[in-house]
C-alpha cells in the first residue's frame, strides 16, 4: 500500500509541474484548465491559507518533523516566490520576505529534528 500512495504521490507532483509550467506560460489557458477565475482568486487563497495551517496544525500535533519540513519549503517557496513578484512591481514586499525566509529557516531547523 505504501509503494502506491508513493507512486500517487509522484503522479500528483507531476500533474502539479505541469499546471506550473501552463500558468507561467499561459495564464489564461492554465486558469481555465484548473478552472479558476481571476476574481474568484482572494477566495481560493483564503482557502489555500486555511489548508496550510490546517496541515502545519497537524504536522504539528502529531509529531512530524518530515511533513512539517516539506510544509515549510513550500511556504517558503511562496513567500519568497510573493516577493519576487511584488518587488518587481514596485509594490510592498517585505512581509513575504520575512515570512519565506522564517520558512525557510523553520525547514533548515527540521532537517535537524529529522536526524
Not at 482568486?41 to 504536522?59: D, E, F, K, N
Not at 520576505?97 to 535537524?112: E, M, P, R, V
Request: proline letters at 3%; zero cysteines.
Amino acid at each position: 500500500m505504501a509503494t502506491l500512495v508513493n507512486w500517487l504521490g509522484w503522479l500528483l507532483a507531476l500533474a502539479m509541474i505541469g499546471v506550473t509550467v501552463l500558468l507561467a506560460f499561459n495564464k489564461q489557458s492554465g486558469l481555465k484548465l484548473i478552472q479558476h477565475r481571476v476574481e474568484m482568486l482572494p477566495q481560493a487563497m483564503l482557502v489555500r491559507y486555511a489548508g496550510l495551517t490546517a496541515l502545519a496544525l497537524i504536522a504539528s500535533w502529531i509529531g512530524a518533523p518530515r511533513v512539517l519540513f516539506g510544509l515549510l519549503v513550500a511556504i517558503a517557496v511562496i513567500g519568497l516566490g510573493d516577493t519576487y513578484i511584488y518587488r518587481r512591481a514596485g509594490h510592498p514586499f517585505w512581509l513575504h520576505l520575512a515570512i519565506g525566509g522564517a520558512a525557510a529557516f523553520g525547514a533548515f531547523l527540521s532537517l535537524f529534528a529529522m536526524s
